[in-house]
């Protein structure tokens, strides 16, 4: 069973376009997350929802537009895609643990994007 | 500006051997800290934790020692094995109930035959 999944799992496009990576979670967590790898393996959290809720914006382009419809699912869409886009971007989720604190996160197998 | 972890530096093991890879960060705030294992084309995979009220933690043939002290944190693994070739990163949470992690740059560990 697939825990935290995302698609496409490869996404090639052209500079300018929009495009969208859909993450779903089975796990019955209440907080998903999005992170951004670049090419040097660096992870950079961009994103948090929890119950359909934004609660960590990092400083991020706002061509970049997260939206969850459940506390399921978390998708990410992009605007005007440019070159420095190019990245792995992995979806994640967690859950309140003892003390009320969201700790542990369960990574999805990424999407390797690439801008041309 | 604070930062967890190095350069992503590389580790080369003999399978059998002990491993240790190394993490320093610099956040004195920073109370969980989280050891993941990234293979090749996947997602980052949990491997263990430890909170700051705890100075060592042992799971399955791997153990995290946390120095607040010099602010480092370690994780071994006992017993290398091909299949522990990886990129591991450490990550800290500063205290934010949310579970924002900041993570280091990783190290990439070869095990060698």
């Known amino acids: 069973d697939t825990a935290v999944s995302q698609t496409p799992k490869y996404l090639v496009t052209q500079m300018g376009n929009d495009k969208s990576i859909k993450c779903e979670q089975n796990l019955g967590h209440d907080t998903m997350y999005w992170y951004k790898q670049d090419s040097k393996k660096f992870l950079k959290i961009m994103f948090s929802y929890n119950n359909k809720e934004l609660i960590i914006n990092e400083t991020v382009p706002n061509r970049f537009s997260p939206k969850s419809p459940d506390k399921a699912h978390l998708n990410l869409h992009i605007n005007s895609l440019e070159l420095g886009d190019s990245a792995v971007y992995f979806c994640?989720?967690?859950?309140?643990?003892?003390?009320?604190?969201?700790?542990?996160?369960?990574f999805g197998p990424g999407t390797r994007l690439l801008v041309l | 500006g604070e930062s967890v972890g190095l350069h992503l530096p590389t580790l080369s093991v003999q399978e059998g051997d002990n491993s240790i890879i190394n993490c320093a960060y610099s956040n004195s705030a920073s109370d969980y800290f989280i050891w993941y294992k990234q293979e090749s084309g996947k997602g980052p995979q949990f491997i263990i934790d430890i909170r700051s009220n705890m100075d060592k933690r042992q799971g399955q043939r791997v153990t995290v020692l946390l120095n607040k002290t010099v602010k480092h944190l370690s994780l071994q693994i006992a017993a290398t094995q091909p299949g522990d070739s990886a990129v591991y990163f450490c990550a800290e949470n500063k205290g934010d109930s949310w579970g924002k992690l900041q993570f280091g740059a990783g190290t990439q560990v070869v095990v060698t035959p």
């Open positions: 994640a989720s967690s859950q309140v643990g003892s003390g009320g604190r969201r700790e542990t996160q369960y």
